[in-house]
């Protein structure tokens, strides 16, 4: 019986591979009565990406299957093609990446992707997978890389873009590794764009047209593994240093869900070019009564001022965490790890330092000689979420970074004029991509910007 048995197992066998199946179950060509002959993807930027295949016997395909994925990233998609051309065997499908933010995919993005083909009896025949760079296709891109570091730019902008892969290193090197403590940090791509009016259409629609009043200076889509980085900056050096402490901080917790003050704080703790302006701003609003509790920032609010206070406000209070509070570097690895767990932003405080976000205003008020506000409420931010998206559903981008310019004074008068200011980052509410450095707001307001060492 035994060997009756094995007998049977290994003629099952034989036939399967006498059928060409493989072992992940996708039937291979020989077997098929349809072949992928040739396949490619094209980019249609800013509409978005031209998936093309090209089949032997259209007459016999049933479906086609598209499936790509952002290399190194978190997404993965698929989508269906039409049915191929009678005569030429060809099928293409355009997969919108700006028309709307669950779809939007950044510009240099490194993608993968391959086709399926299934006939119909049931075959399924795969392509090869291939890699394919989703350019902005208005230039012509040039490629800089060091070790796990890739910045793609055009035009005559290579010793900027050397200048900012010297501060994404040294930015994974002193936060990444010295105040993080990772020891591995997920490969990073940078797209540079030489100036404003070229950058904007790379942005997500809702970045465009969020603030009329701020402009976005760089973004850094984590799941993605891109930032976009507006690189005609003289605080360029900032800029790269502030977002890639965003993108360190996605890979230490895994996501993003921590409040705006301890994101934004920590990436102009770890700016290379601080400017003062944001310390301007936090002494306004103290000088005026209106700093607000850590309890109510849990997001980025609305009024452009407000953000420029959250800058100066999370900066001086990570400053605090990180360097008033003995074993302040182990302590924030503590708390880092609670939140990865998914542990609540209070209950990890406590556990890592003694104290929840109340404990902590009131310690940090206490340095500067500030009350805590009698209405202020203890509330529980949530713990962290994972949210599986639908097929065809991107990452949504988050805003970020507003740049820094010196507050017009006690009255608070702003000019309608936009200006440009020093460097730092807004978030939206739910978004998994931090979109980074908002540029500041009134013209006729003065640049302040002062280069100092980053306190490490």
């Not at 049915?83 to 700006?98: K, M, N, Q």
């Not at 910045?151 to 900027?160: H, L, Q």
């Not at 070229?198 to 891109?226: K, W, Y």
């Amino acid at each position: 019986m035994r060997r009756s048995t094995l007998l049977v197992v290994f003629l099952a066998l034989a036939a399967v591979f006498a059928l060409g199946l493989r072992a992940d179950g996708v039937v291979s060509a020989d077997s098929s009565r349809v072949t992928v002959q040739d396949a490619k993807a094209e980019s249609k930027f800013p509409d978005g990406i031209l998936f093309r295949v090209r089949v032997s016997n259209p007459g016999d395909v049933k479906t086609v299957t598209v499936h790509f994925s952002i290399v190194g990233g978190r997404v993965q998609r698929y989508d269906y093609l039409p049915a191929p051309d009678a005569s030429t065997g060809t099928s293409e499908v355009l997969i919108r990446t700006g028309s709307d933010l669950k779809r939007y995919i950044p510009p240099g993005v490194l993608m993968e992707y391959y086709f399926e083909v299934e006939d119909t009896i049931g075959n399924v025949v795969s392509s090869q997978p291939k890699r394919f760079i989703f350019d902005d296709s208005r230039f012509t891109w040039h490629e800089l890389k060091q070790g796990d570091i890739t910045i793609r730019y055009y035009g005559p902008m290579k010793t900027r873009a050397q200048t900012v892969v010297d501060a994404v290193d040294t930015t994974i090197d002193k936060v990444g590794r010295k105040l993080f403590g990772l020891t591995q940090v997920s490969p990073v791509r940078l797209t540079l764009y030489n100036n404003w009016n070229d950058m904007v259409n790379a942005l997500p629609l809702t970045s465009r047209t969020q603030r009329g009043e701020l402009i976005t200076e760089g973004t850094t889509f984590s799941d993605f593994g891109i930032i976009l980085l507006l690189a005609d900056d003289a605080q360029v050096r900032g800029l790269a240093s502030h977002e890639m402490t965003h993108f360190l901080i996605h890979d230490a917790l895994g996501n993003d869900n921590i409040p705006v003050w301890m994101n934004e704080g920590l990436a102009e703790y770890a700016n290379l070019e601080p400017s003062q302006v944001y310390e301007q701003y936090l002494s306004l609003a103290i000088v005026r009564g209106t700093l607000k509790p850590l309890t109510s920032l849990t997001q980025m609010p609305g009024k452009s001022e407000d953000v420029m206070v959250v800058y100066g406000l999370g900066r001086s209070v990570m400053e605090y965490l990180i360097e008033s509070e003995p074993s302040g570097t182990e302590k924030l690895r503590t708390l880092f790890r609670l939140l990865r767990a998914g542990q609540g932003m209070d209950s990890a405080l406590t556990q890592a330092y003694g104290f929840d976000r109340f404990g902590l205003d009131q310690r940090w008020r206490k340095t500067i000689g500030l009350p805590l506000p009698e209405d202020v409420t203890k509330t529980e931010l949530p713990k962290a979420q994972t949210v599986t998206a639908a097929p065809l559903q991107f990452p949504q981008a988050t805003t970020s970074q507003p740049q820094a310019s010196s507050p017009t004074g006690a009255t608070g008068a702003e000019s309608d004029k936009p200006r440009r200011a020093g460097g730092a980052c807004s978030r939206s509410e739910g978004a998994s991509a931090d979109v980074g450095m908002w540029l500041g707001l009134a013209g006729a307001l003065a640049f302040v910007a002062v280069r100092r060492r980053w306190r490490g």
